[in-house]
């Protein structure tokens, strides 16, 4: 497979040939993790996003159109899951606000001692602390509002475990609250 030129591995791919797929990945998991790192200043995110990009080249294997050098075309796809990752960040901002507004209605007491910008600033923290997977299952779950059936589609997970990401990511935040 070594010797195969991308334009092989692609057709190979493209006839859900495992080894090529394996070959693919190995010739630029580094460099496109390595751009990732630089990007984002944060390892565990960097492998998310690069995990994420080549699940996307599996899946859309079949009909997979590269105008470009392949590198070319893995790095559109890198630099669009960069600036996806970083609209959602934007948008949790947005959500925290929600969810205080929420939870304030709930249990003012937590929030008596602070304003309500300094505890949004500590549950964005707290949400960007979050395993990535629980982080990605949360934030699709209350900033995208699937239900738990779509998010379980989408990840291609159990239902089972979003559930559990969700509940395990609400008690966080909770505890985290409480610290405050």
């Not at 591995?9 to 460099?31: G, H, P």
């Not at 105008?67 to 075309?73: E, R, S, W």
């Not at 630099?79 to 939870?103: M, Y």
């Not at 707290?126 to 379980?152: C, D, H, K, W, Y």
Request: proline share 1%; glycine share 2%.
């Amino acid at each position: 497979m070594k010797q195969l030129t991308d334009q092989d591995l692609l057709t190979l791919l493209r006839q859900d040939d495992n080894d090529a797929f394996n070959e693919i990945y190995s010739r630029y998991w580094e460099v496109v993790y390595a751009i990732a790192c630089k990007k984002l200043n944060n390892r565990e995110e960097a492998k998310d996003v690069v995990h994420d990009l080549f699940m996307i080249i599996w899946q859309k294997r079949h009909s997979l159109k590269i105008t470009t050098t392949f590198i070319g075309f893995i790095y559109t796809i890198l630099k669009n899951k960069l600036t996806d990752l970083s609209r959602r960040q934007s948008l949790r901002i947005k959500h925290d606000v929600e969810f205080l507004n929420i939870t304030e209605e709930t249990d003012n007491s937590l929030f008596e001692q602070y304003s309500t910008k300094e505890m949004a600033n500590h549950l964005r923290l707290e949400i960007q602390r979050m395993p990535v997977g629980m982080r990605t299952v949360f934030e699709m779950s209350r900033e995208e509002e699937l239900s738990v059936n779509e998010i379980a589609g989408k990840l291609s997970i159990s239902s089972q475990t979003v559930k559990n990401q969700i509940t395990s990511a609400l008690k966080r935040l909770r505890l985290k609250s409480q610290l405050y």
